[in-house]
C-alpha cells in the first residue's frame, strides 16, 4: 500500500514515517503545497493528513481536494479533538479522523480499514445495481444519476453500496457502522450519510426510524 503522510511534527513525522515504511511505501512531507503537489501528481492508496501544518490548516487542503474531484482516501490525524473539528473534517470529506496521541497499530488498522472501502471488498464478481435512475457499478467504483457521474467519497460510496445491494432490505445502523465507518461513533455515520443523501438527491434513502435504512424500489 502507498501512503502519503502528510505531518509536519518533526518527531512524529519521523516516528510514523519509519513505522509506516516497516510494511508499506511511504512519502512524508511536512507542508500543505508540497502534500497537495504529490497527491494530484502520484496514486497513493491512503492519505494521512494533520490539520495544524506550518504553511495552511489541512481542512482547507482537504477542501480543494475535494473540491477538484481528488477521491484518494484520508484519514485526520490532529491533536484537535473538539466534536465541530471531527464534524467538519468529515464534512469536507474526510475519511476518518484520529486524535492524538494514538496507538500506531490503531492507525494502521484504521488506515487499512479505508483503503479497502476504497478498493472495494473482493466478492468474486462485478456487478451493476440501478435503482431508479440511480446507478452504481461495483467493478468501476462508480455511481451515476440519470447517466451524471456522482462524486462520492469512499465511505459515501460503501454506504451506498451496502443499501443497493440489498434494495428493499432494512440495513441496520450497527451493520453500516461496522460496513463504513468502523471504530468511528455513531455521528460520523450520521454526517456520512447525509452527505450521501445531498449528493444522490432524489430521496432514495429512506430511514427506519430506530433500525436503519433502506432503498426501495
Known amino acids: 500500500m502507498r501512503i502519503c503522510l502528510i505531518e509536519d511534527d518533526l518527531e512524529l513525522g519521523q516516528a510514523l514515517h519509519v513505522a509506516l515504511g ?3 511505501d511511504a512519502v512524508w512531507v511536512r507542508r500543505a503545497v508540497d502534500g497537495e503537489r504529490i497527491i494530484r501528481e502520484q496514486r497513493f492508496d491512503v492519505g494521512l493528513l494533520d490539520l495544524g501544518l506550518a504553511d495552511g490548516d489541512g481542512l482547507d487542503l482537504l477542501a480543494r481536494l475535494r473540491a477538484d474531484g481528488v477521491e484518494l482516501p484520508i484519514v485526520i490525524v490532529t491533536a484537535r479533538d473538539a466534536l465541530d473539528v471531527r464534524l467538519r473534517g468529515l464534512d469536507l470529506g474526510a475519511d476518518d479522523f484520529l486524535v492524538k496521541p494514538f496507538a500506531t497499530s490503531e492507525l494502521l488498522a484504521r488506515m487499512r480499514a479505508v483503503a479497502r472501502r476504497a478498493n472495494g471488498w473482493a466478492s468474486g464478481k462485478e456487478s451493476t445495481w440501478t435503482v431508479r435512475g440511480l446507478t452504481l457499478d461495483e467493478s468501476r467504483m462508480a ?29 441496520t445502523r450497527r451493520q453500516l457502522e461496522a460496513w463504513a465507518t468502523p471504530n468511528s461513533d ?15 438527491g432524489g430521496n432514495y434513502i429512506r430511514t427506519v426510524r430506530g433500525v436503519g435504512y433502506v432503498i426501495e424500489k
Open 186 to 200: 455513531a455521528q460520523t455515520l450520521d454526517v456520512h450519510m447525509s452527505n450521501l443523501r445531498k449528493k444522490i
Open 22 to 24: 516497516e510494511d508499506h
Open 143 to 171: 455511481a451515476t444519476r440519470d447517466g451524471t457521474p456522482l462524486a462520492l467519497s469512499p465511505t459515501e460510496f460503501t454506504l451506498l453500496r451496502s443499501l443497493m445491494r440489498r434494495v428493499n432490505r432494512v440495513i
